[in-house]
């Protein structure tokens, strides 16, 4: 008992620090100055933390420092996906949850061009819808046309410029949704999950936040917080 009851002030006492501007870019699971709808991360950091009893502290590092800050330990977390990092090692100074989301990209198109798709091996030797400056694994295969986002790939199977292209699952609901233009997901092109990455002098606090995750996951918040940015009730997908 007397444990346990040291275990809770500990975790009570100490403040985690992250930093709300890491992925700012990265929509719809952070999404910029929009303080009642941050996006599907932006949302979850500050439940899970507190579903566990945890204290955070919000820092607004530029983007670049992020990385930095967290080797030094003026940051204590970030949310990746080991499929990011060679091998899946993110780092001896850290330690990781359990998943949070699943994290996947897709060949989307248009709904009635989704059977067409459906063989990842379809994009061999094709034009084939890219964001300028992403890293894809299998480039090789198929010939790039660059666009500046994922909004503008969705912008860009509507107006028949390209027929297919390479997203996030999540992004390219998210802005199919706030655009109003329907999207299919096809073959799915690579696949992970997002997780906590925490320092380890933390890792006690682990426990903790892999129960809320689990609690949360369990309850229906976290596919609740998903299906706000990316499902519209005019379309299934």
């Not at 819808?129 to 660059?146: A, C, E, I, P």
């Amino acid at each position: 008992m007397a444990f346990l009851l040291f275990y809770s002030f500990a975790s009570m006492a100490t403040v985690l620090k992250y930093n709300v501007n890491g992925s700012s870019s990265w929509v719809p699971y952070y999404i910029p100055d929009a303080a009642e709808n941050s996006g599907i991360l932006g949302e979850l950091v500050p439940l899970i933390l507190s579903t566990a009893k945890i204290k955070i502290e919000k820092h607004n590092y530029p983007p670049r420092r992020t990385n930095q800050a967290l080797k030094t330990g003026l940051l204590d977390f970030d949310f990746v996906s080991p499929s990011w990092f060679p091998e899946g090692e993110m780092g001896k100074e850290f330690i990781r949850s359990s998943p949070i989301l699943s994290i996947q990209e897709n060949i989307i198109t248009l709904e009635q061009n989704q059977s067409q798709w459906a063989d990842i091996d379809k994009i061999t030797g094709e034009s084939i819808g890219t964001v300028r400056g992403y890293l894809y694994h299998d480039d090789d295969m198929f010939t790039r046309v660059d666009f500046a986002s994922e909004k503008q790939l969705i912008k860009a199977l509507h107006k028949d410029r390209v027929k297919a292209a390479i997203s996030g699952d999540l992004p390219a609901l998210y802005w199919a949704k706030q655009l109003k233009m329907p999207i299919a997901l096809a073959a799915v092109h690579s696949s992970g999950v997002l997780v906590m990455r925490l320092r380890k002098e933390h890792s006690e606090m682990m426990p903790q936040i892999n129960l809320a995750i689990a609690q949360l996951k369990s309850d229906g918040i976290i596919q609740g917080i998903v299906d706000k940015y990316t499902k519209d009730e005019q379309y299934q997908q």
